[in-house]
């Protein structure tokens, strides 16, 4: 008679174990399932849009690390910048780029395949106050209240070989990101040979942050925004 008795109890744990057994398979899958939807650490926050520009990616060191907030951001100023050497180097690329707390403009060159010299083209970044006419005189509409103005040393074209020139750069001379800072870009007739201009339009009176980037060389300008 004893033993009638006991045996519903032995069946109750046996359920209770198979339960417990089940929702702790439950648990396990369900942490699995978290971890694989996480963003691999090494994927970028962010990414610059590739806007009139026909090359590779962005490169890691144009990530600019951590962002800040604007407070925190050093460096920036309004004064004119400059910097560079005297090489001419080959316009490769423009493009442009849409952080946290600024906006980044890239420009990015190529060596002369007949010039053993290679290095950051001597540049000068700098505000200027519209309207703007370039070097054959004609007036330059870019969209913004205020205008920066990148002038480096420069061309579309590699003009080192002895038998003909080759073009390098075949993307467009006006852009437009649209950013909250950044409205528009266009390259201008410049003054003398060798030399290149940039004419950026800008929505506010940003400060702005220069650096210069190897491998491949480039010329990197960041915009603060407000």
Known sequence: MRRASESPWKGKSLLAALLALFLLTLAVLAVGCGRGSSKPSGEAEESE??????????????????????????????GETTGGTEEVMVLEGIRFGDHATYERLVIQFAPQAYNPHYGIPRYRVRYLTPPYEDAEGNPVLVEGKYLLEITFNGNKADLSPPESYVQVYTGPDEFSPGYTVIKEAKL???????????VVGLGSHAPYKVQELTSPPRIVVDVAKP
């Not at 090359?55 to 907030?69: I, L, R, T």
């Not at 201008?188 to 940039?198: D, G």
């Open 188 to 198: 201008v007739p410049a003054y003398e040979l060798n030399t290149m201009i940039l």
């Open 49 to 78: 849009s590739d806007a009139g520009w026909s090359g590779e990616e962005p490169y890691g060191d144009e990530a600019g690390g951590k962002e800040e907030g604007l407070t925190e951001l050093k460096g920036f100023g309004y």
